[in-house]
């Protein structure tokens, strides 16, 4: 079964750094793209990186400079290096599968909250 | 850019049919067949109910389906069960390797 395990969630103040790590299982990650996915105290879902199978890399602006995603497909390992956080990054940050089609997200983990605050 | 838009909430009597719509632009929505559906219950997290528009993932119960029509996306849950009470959110490809969510409906089974 697959299986995506997030950790490296945690407390950290406004302008500090965190790094999130992706456990993943039951599929052969080097073929599959991968996402970050965070969910605010809103609930709104909002994407946040993606990486391709060949390790190309794509953000949205509100992170893009800031968040690096990287993989390990040795480890069957994701990555996201988050730096200059802000408060409005608090959210619950999911590890995401990429599904055949490319274009949607078929398995979640359970997800790493991260809080930003002073 | 702005989330796509859902209504903030939804509700039906079990045995009833309910749809959620999703707005967005001729940049994300309107420009690729590329919709996708999520389901999420308190506490979990969210599970692939529709892909590419229309297509339901294995496992999925027929009684999901979606469409779409220019820059509206919509999901339509037939037969409305206790269970289906739930959060969902749209997503859409906005191209450039970029997505977009919705801003989610919470679904009410009276």
């Known amino acids: 079964e697959v299986q995506l395990v997030e950790s490296g969630g945690g407390l950290v103040q406004p302008g500090g750094s965190l790094r999130l790590s992706c456990a993943a299982s039951?599929?052969?990650?080097?073929?599959?793209?991968m996402h970050w996915v965070r969910q605010g105290t809103g609930k709104n879902l909002e994407w946040v990186s993606a990486?391709?199978?060949?390790?190309?890399?794509f953000y949205p602006g509100s992170v893009k400079g800031r968040f690096t995603i990287s993989r390990e497909n040795a480890k069957n390992s994701l990555y996201l290096q988050m730096n200059s956080l802000r408060a409005e990054d608090t959210a619950m940050y999911y590890c995401?599968?990429?599904?055949?089609?490319?274009?949607?997200?078929?398995?979640w983990g359970q997800g790493t909250l991260v809080i930003v605050s002073a | 850019q702005s989330a796509l838009t859902q209504p903030a909430s939804v509700s039906g009597s079990p045995g009833q049919s309910i749809t959620i719509s999703c707005t967005g632009t001729?940049?994300?929505?309107?420009?690729?067949?590329?919709v996708s559906w999520y389901q999420q219950h308190p506490g979990k997290a969210p599970k692939l109910m529709i892909y590419?528009?229309?297509k339901r993932p294995s496992g999925v119960s027929n009684r999901f389906s979606a469409s779409q029509s220019g820059n509206t996306a919509s999901l339509t849950i037939s037969g409305l069960q206790a269970e289906d009470e739930a959060d969902y959110y749209c997503?859409?490809?906005?191209?450039?390797?970029?997505?977009?969510f919705g801003g989610g409906t919470k679904v009410t089974v009276l």
């Open positions: 590419e528009g229309s």
């Open positions: 995401v599968r990429a599904g055949t089609g490319h274009y949607d997200f078929d398995w």
């Open positions: 990486i391709g199978t060949t390790g190309d890399t």
């Open positions: 039951g599929f052969t990650f080097s073929r599959y793209d």
């Open positions: 001729s940049s994300d929505v309107g420009s690729y067949n590329l």
């Open positions: 997503c859409s490809y906005a191209g450039y390797n970029t997505w977009m």
